[in-house]
């Protein structure tokens, strides 16, 4: 049962129908033989038993219809008579022996082969018989026509009869036989294939419910309650509720079961990640707008921050070119008081601490510049030009 179980449905039914197939063939086949035995035994009453019967009876007959003409025979008194129940007498041997020839090819038995050999040894002896009868009745002696009537012949045709009766007897127990032989082939073809019949409706019945158990299981219940379920979850309702076998863990159905479980949690996650995502871009909406409204207030701003800047520059301007002024003058009186120590004096202080003071006051103005305005003093450092004016 397991191994069927792991069959495919196809080939479970496949199986199930050349079983079914098999076990019909078999009965048919059993019936055929029995009917074979049935008509085989019919055909022995028919063409053995039955025609030894009637030639027998036939044989007994002109037996009979013999003796009366014999007896007519030596009654009659001219040979008119004589020659019509000679004549009757001829014909009526004609009928026996043709009978008897036809009983010789219905002989199968040895019993009857046997019977029929003594049969025609005293056909044959009553023959003989019967040509002395006739030869004193046509003679004119009557009583000794009749003496031999009751007499000789009478025995060998009394045995005669007796050989046919048991021919007979014979042929009709034969005949009882094939009956019998008949009605027991009957009823045992009739209980065998009564059993069988029964064996296979126990057969078919157990294959069916196997059959559909099996198929009921694989799908976990009926195909049209499977189809219905797979139907809802198609059109998008995942809360069905799908009706489960206890312990039932292998079924379509129990498959269904986890792929609606399944898509309703992977559903209800996108549900929170679009949640969540609208949120975010709500926030980022949000966002966009204070940044948008940001950069309105700076773009309005702009204008007064450009004219400041102008002056900015333009004040500038006019600082670098008065230091400018005061740098060259600052140039000559140094090179005023190279001369002096050359020759021995010194510059004044008031002019040696103007100039420090200049000094200082140009570096830190040429650093700050640099600060502001990198792109014009790309070339001046900080603290370092005053050495290299000296």
Known sequence: MKFFEKMTVFRRIMSAFALVLGMTCAMGAFSLFEVSQVGEATRDIKDKWIPSVRHSLVMKTQLNAYRTSELQHVLSATNEEFDKYEGMMGEQLDALKTSEQVLATLLTSQAERDAYRQSTGLMEQYLSVN?????????????GALA????????????????????????ISGSDLSGKRVDAVYSSARALMAGALLAMGILIVA????????????LGGEPAYAARVASEVAEGN??????????????????????????????????????????????????????????EEQASALPGDSSQYRRTRRDGKTERRQRRERGQACTQRSDFSR????????????????????RTDRGHHQCHRRHRFPDEHSGVECGSRSGASR
């Open 131 to 143: 040509k002395q009868l006739v030869a004193l009745s046509r003679s004119g002696d009557r009583q």
């Open 207 to 218: 294959l069916a419910v196997s059959l559909t158990r099996s198929i009921v299981g694989q």
């Open 148 to 171: 031999m009537l009751r007499g000789e012949s009478f025995k060998v045709r009394h045995q005669l009869e007796k050989s046919i009766d048991q021919a007979v007897a014979h042929n």
């Open 238 to 295: 995942l809360a069905v509720e799908v009706a489960l076998r206890p312990g039932d863990t292998s079924s379509m159905l129990y498959a269904m079961n986890r792929m609606r479980l399944t898509l309703a949690e992977i559903v209800q996650h996108i549900k929170t990640t679009s949640e969540s995502v609208a949120s975010a871009s709500g926030q980022i909406a949000q966002g966009n707008a204070d940044l948008s409204q940001r950069t």
């Open 339 to 358: 001369a002096g120590r050359r020759s021995g004096g010194r510059c004044r202080d008031d002019d040696g601490g103007h100039f420090k003071e200049f």
